[in-house]
């Protein structure tokens, strides 16, 4: 049962899917091993990026009295055309050198064969033929505290065995900076969040989001747009040859989208908090969320 649920847990937080035809990371990216390996895996930070920058926005005006609010944060990313395929070139000893638009590890399941001299052939590997890249976190916010909130997420554990501990930490802080003009029925927010994610010897992710969120609201409902700048970065590891003891192989790669716009409403019914979203960073993420709010 804890095979089952390691194995779930690296494919939603590497890539949904990616996984469910390998073991490993080392199995599933042995093939990428030279200059070709950062676009390969490019959508993997551009897809983490902004599903977990999606979620922070979800307030609307915020009280003025100490309240606490507990839920669930679910973020989806659509994996549009951009970011399936890319320019690979083949590589020594490989000739001639030939340059093809091939998949990238979200990209078609097929590989793409390239033939060269004498009855040689070099392949590009294909990818996981991903649509949707779905997440979903806990995440408590605290406020009524200086006209601002802090929010967290959190999750870890240790799977032990080849993949190690897995860890989840977020915090993002937001103050109302409409209350300064006097709004009433009209807000205006500031923000900035930091994530940080460990998996195992495989990969760790952070990720920067500086935003500010305007709308109106009512005693029910509240809807909003919002504008910021990310950054993520990713490092990954994994084995040019798991079974034999192969060398390790690093990538370092930071997202391409750095900028992050949204909108997005929501109700408030009693204790009861509902909302809805889309934002947009290179490809659409759609973001809910249900909390209780005390």
Same mark, same amino acid.
């Not at 804890?2 to 590497?14: M, P, S, T």
């Not at 340059?99 to 590989?111: A, E, H, L, Q, S």
């Given at each position: /049962?804890?095979?089952?649920?390691?194995?779930?847990?690296?494919?939603? %937080?590497?890539?949904?899917? %990616?996984?469910?035809?390998?073991?490993?990371?080392?199995?599933?990216?042995?093939?990428?091993?030279?200059?070709?390996?950062?676009?390969?895996?490019?959508?993997? *930070?551009?897809? /983490?990026?902004?599903?977990?920058?999606?979620?922070?926005?979800?307030?609307?005006?915020?009280?003025?009295?100490?309240?606490?609010?507990?839920?669930?944060? !679910?973020?989806?990313?659509?994996?549009?055309?951009?970011?399936?395929?890319?320019?690979?070139?083949?590589?020594?000893?490989?000739?001639?050198?030939?340059?093809?638009?091939?998949?990238?590890? *979200?990209?078609?399941?097929?590989?793409?064969? *390239?033939?060269?001299? @004498?009855?040689?052939?070099?392949?590009?590997?294909?990818?996981?033929?991903?649509? %949707?890249?779905?997440?979903?976190?806990?995440?408590?916010?605290?406020?009524?505290?200086?006209?601002?909130?802090?929010?967290?997420?959190?999750?870890?554990? @240790?799977?032990?065995?080849?993949?190690?501990?897995?860890? %989840?930490?977020?915090?993002?802080?937001?103050?109302?900076?409409?209350?300064?003009?006097? /709004?009433?029925?009209?807000?205006?927010?500031?923000?900035?969040?930091?994530?940080?994610?460990?998996?195992?010897?495989?990969?760790?992710?952070?990720?920067?989001?500086?935003?500010?969120?305007?709308?109106?609201?009512?005693?029910?409902?509240?809807?909003?747009?919002?504008?910021?700048?990310?950054?993520?970065?990713?490092?990954?590891?994994?084995?040019?040859?798991?079974?034999?003891?192969?060398?390790?192989?690093?990538?370092?790669?930071?997202?391409?989208?750095?900028?992050?716009?949204?909108?997005?409403? !929501?109700?408030?019914?009693? /204790?009861?908090?509902? @909302?809805?979203?889309?934002?947009?960073?290179?490809?659409?993420?759609?973001?809910?969320?249900?909390?209780?709010?005390?």
């Amino acid at each position: /049962m804890e095979k089952v649920i390691e194995k779930w847990i690296i494919v939603a %937080l590497f890539s949904w899917g %990616l996984l469910l035809q390998a073991q490993t990371f080392d199995d599933l990216l042995q093939n990428y091993i030279g200059a070709n390996k950062e676009a390969y895996l490019q959508p993997v *930070v551009d897809l /983490m990026t902004g599903s977990f920058n999606s979620g922070w926005s979800a307030s609307g005006r915020l009280d003025s009295s100490f309240y606490l609010k507990f839920g669930v944060v !679910g973020m989806v990313g659509y994996v549009t055309d951009n970011l399936k395929t890319f320019e690979g070139t083949t590589e020594f000893p490989f000739e001639p050198v030939t340059t093809r638009k091939v998949p990238t590890i *979200v990209g078609d399941i097929d590989p793409v064969v *390239v033939e060269g001299v @004498n009855g040689t052939e070099y392949q590009f590997q294909g990818g996981r033929s991903l649509v %949707l890249f779905p997440l979903a976190v806990p995440q408590l916010s605290v406020g009524g505290l200086l006209n601002s909130e802090i929010s967290l997420r959190f999750f870890a554990y @240790n799977f032990g065995g080849d993949f190690g501990r897995l860890q %989840l930490f977020g915090i993002s802080g937001k103050h109302d900076v409409g209350h300064y003009l006097g /709004m009433e029925n009209w807000f205006w927010n500031a923000s900035y969040s930091f994530q940080a994610i460990e998996g195992g010897r495989y990969f760790d992710f952070t990720n920067h989001l500086i935003s500010t969120e305007a709308g109106r609201s009512g005693t029910h409902w509240f809807y909003q747009a919002s504008l910021g700048y990310q950054y993520g970065s990713l490092n990954a590891a994994y084995k040019e040859d798991p079974d034999d003891g192969g060398r390790e192989i690093t990538v370092k790669l930071k997202n391409n989208a750095p900028v992050f716009i949204g909108v997005g409403g !929501g109700l408030k019914l009693g /204790m009861l908090r509902l @909302n809805l979203g889309i934002n947009y960073a290179k490809v659409p993420f759609g973001e809910f969320g249900v909390h209780l709010h005390f």
